[in-house]
């Protein structure tokens, strides 16, 4: 079956450092593969997302780059800001379903 | 604006009593899904519906019941028999036509039984 897997959290860093948050997956067929972000006290909304292999998602400084050939889709950052404090999900879909399959969130925290 | 409305926003509830959370969305999308969220525990799936009058259970359905009369509402409730019911509950909606297509979310209910 599908599953995703997350780096555990929280991650904590100062204003304007570098971010990563590791994501792999596996997957029957190729799946579509998004990052959806949480501020605190609401829903989900996409941040960035890949249906192809090398393709890069990028939005608002994130990126995030499909690898086929070692199964993940890192999430990176050049400089965070406190604004950027949020949970990250990283999510595929695959195999003709629509229900997307979630990982359980990397808790984001930014000190100014 | 389209979107994905669920209300109430946050709910108090005694126990043994049922609930519903309304969840509505004018973006004209097939699918839609109720999550449970939890501390730490991610994103769980209650039941999903893919057109009216038809719906599945998800990952965690026992005590929840949905109903699908109209494209654009999908409320759920929450009964007696769910035994931890206090969460933060999150409806979302998607087209079915690609697995590119991401999903839509309400900005949650948040639920607390007294």
């Known amino acids: 079956g599908n599953s995703v897997t997350q780096m555990e959290g929280p991650v904590t860093l100062s204003e304007e450092a570098f971010l990563t948050i590791n994501c792999t997956y596996t997957?029957?067929?190729?799946?579509?593969l998004f990052w959806y972000v949480q501020y605190p006290g609401e829903g989900l909304q996409l941040l960035l997302k890949?249906?192809?292999?090398?393709d890069k998602g990028s939005n608002k400084g994130f990126e995030a780059t499909y690898r086929k050939e070692t199964t993940s889709f890192h999430l990176e950052k050049g400089s965070v800001q406190v604004s950027d404090s949020a949970v990250y999900f990283c999510a595929l879909k695959s195999g003709g379903s629509y229900i997307p399959t979630f990982g359980r969130g990397t808790s984001l925290i930014v000190h100014p | 604006d389209g979107g994905i409305t669920q209300s109430p926003k946050y709910l108090f509830r005694k126990e043994g009593q049922n609930v519903t959370l309304s969840c509505e969305q004018n973006l004209n999308h097939d699918a839609m899904y109720w999550y449970r969220q939890d501390p730490g525990q991610g994103l769980r799936l209650i039941y999903y519906?893919?057109?009216?009058?038809?719906?599945q259970k998800g990952d965690i359905a026992e005590g929840y019941s949905v109903s699908r009369e109209k494209k654009e509402s999908f409320p759920l409730t929450v009964t007696s028999a769910q035994k931890n019911p206090t969460a933060f509950y999150l409806c979302?909606?998607?087209?079915?036509?690609?697995?590119?297509?991401?999903?839509?979310f309400g900005e949650g209910s948040r639920l607390t039984v007294l």
């Open positions: 997957a029957t067929g190729y799946p579509s």
């Open positions: 890949a249906t192809k292999a090398d």
């Open positions: 519906s893919q057109i009216v009058n038809d719906f």
């Open positions: 979302a909606s998607s087209p079915l036509d690609s697995e590119g297509g991401e999903l839509f």
